[in-house]
């Protein structure tokens, strides 16, 4: 055993619809934002919120299925490993992202109540509901 662990687990809703692109070499990547919740009453007794935002990338086969599979407002269940990049902003500034690389994600909001849970591997079929969010930051200025 290495003696340290890298693992996210994490069940929330999708901010937007997922976004497919293929590397030079046909490999499928989606990416995604995920709002996950915590509430909380404060000194006063009244209830706080605070959502917290996630940037989720997923590759090859579980990457087309939620592509296919996944949108906007979808509760989903995604477990990975946390990763760091950076890379040089156009205008020559160090900029840094932190994502979970997703490899396995299971739907939580589905009409006929049963989720689908999806591996690198896996072809299950899903069907979810769409619920209302908060608005997800736009990334536009991270590479993918």
């Known amino acids: 055993m290495s003696g340290s662990i890298n693992k996210v687990m994490l069940i929330g809703r999708l901010g937007k619809d997922p976004e497919m692109r293929f590397t030079p070499s046909g490999k499928a990547v989606t990416n995604f934002t995920m709002a996950t919740n915590e509430v909380w009453s404060d000194q006063n007794g ?3 919120e605070r959502t917290e935002w996630h940037r989720i990338v ?29 890379w040089d902003d156009k205008d020559g500034n160090k900029r840094y992202t ?18 689908a849970r999806m591996g690198g591997a896996s072809d299950d079929p899903g069907y979810g509901a769409s619920e209302s969010i908060p608005a997800s930051p736009e990334f536009d200025d991270i590479p993918f």
Do not use: F, H
Not at 98 to 115: F, K, P
């Open 46 to 48: 009244e209830k706080q």
């Open 58 to 86: 997923t590759w090859g086969k579980l990457a087309e299925n939620c592509a296919k599979l996944l949108s906007k407002g979808k509760q989903v269940y995604v477990e990975g490993r946390l990763q760091t990049r950076q």
């Open 98 to 115: 932190t994502e979970i690389v997703a490899n396995q994600m299971q739907i939580l909001s589905s009409l006929d109540s049963q989720g």
